[in-house]
C-alpha cells in the first residue's frame, strides 16, 4: 500500500489519480460465508450447502454471496488509507457501476486495490470522494468485483 505523505483533508484535489496500492489478503472461508448468511437470511444452497455445491454447483463447490465481498470495500478502504487520517469523520455513500465479474469459492483468498477518481466539495467542510476498486482473488484471471465507491468526509 502506498500513501502520499502530504495525503490530507485539505490536500485531497491534489492526489487524484493516486493508486493506493494492494490491501493485505482477506480469507474467505465457510465459516465466514455462512456467518453472512446467517446475518443477511440468504440461505441459498450455493453458499452455504457443501456437499450439494460439490455435486451440482458449476463451480464445483460453494461460492461467497457477492454482497459479502461487496461489504469488504468500506473495511479494506480504511485499511489502505483512502480517507485522510485528519478527517473528522468518513461515511459511505454509495457505490456505483459495482459489477460481480467472477465467483469466489469458499477457501479463497481475495484483496482489493483503489485509486482516487475524483473529489467533490460538498460544502459545510464535507467532500466526496469517489474511489476507482477492483476485488481481486488469489489465482484468478478475473476479478471477483469492480466498481467505483463513494465516501463522504469531514474535515
Not at 451440482?56 to 468500506?74: K, Q
Not at 469458499?106 to 475524483?118: E, M, Q, T
Request: glycine content about 12%; charged content about 20%.
Amino acid at each position: 500500500m502506498t500513501h502520499p505523505t502530504d495525503y490530507t483533508f485539505a490536500t485531497l484535489q491534489d492526489h487524484i489519480g493516486h493508486d493506493f496500492g494492494v490491501s493485505k489478503d482477506i480469507s474467505i472461508t465457510q465459516d465466514r460465508i455462512n456467518q453472512f448468511a446467517d446475518a443477511t437470511g440468504d440461505h441459498q444452497w450455493i453458499h452455504i450447502d457443501v456437499e450439494r455445491a460439490k455435486q451440482h454447483s458449476p463451480f464445483g463447490g460453494t461460492i461467497a454471496h457477492g454482497f459479502l465481498t461487496l461489504s469488504l470495500i468500506g473495511g479494506i478502504m480504511g485499511e489502505c488509507g483512502v480517507v485522510p487520517t485528519d478527517a473528522k469523520a468518513v461515511f459511505n455513500y454509495g457505490c456505483e457501476n459495482v459489477r460481480f465479474l467472477a465467483p469466489v469459492p469458499a477457501g479463497a483468498i481475495v484483496r482489493a486495490r483503489f485509486s482516487l477518481k475524483a473529489v467533490e466539495p460538498r460544502g459545510d467542510g464535507r467532500k466526496l470522494i469517489r474511489v476507482a476498486g477492483t476485488v481481486e482473488i488469489e489465482g484468478s484471471d478475473k476479478p471477483a468485483l469492480v466498481g467505483e465507491f463513494l465516501a463522504l468526509a469531514v474535515g
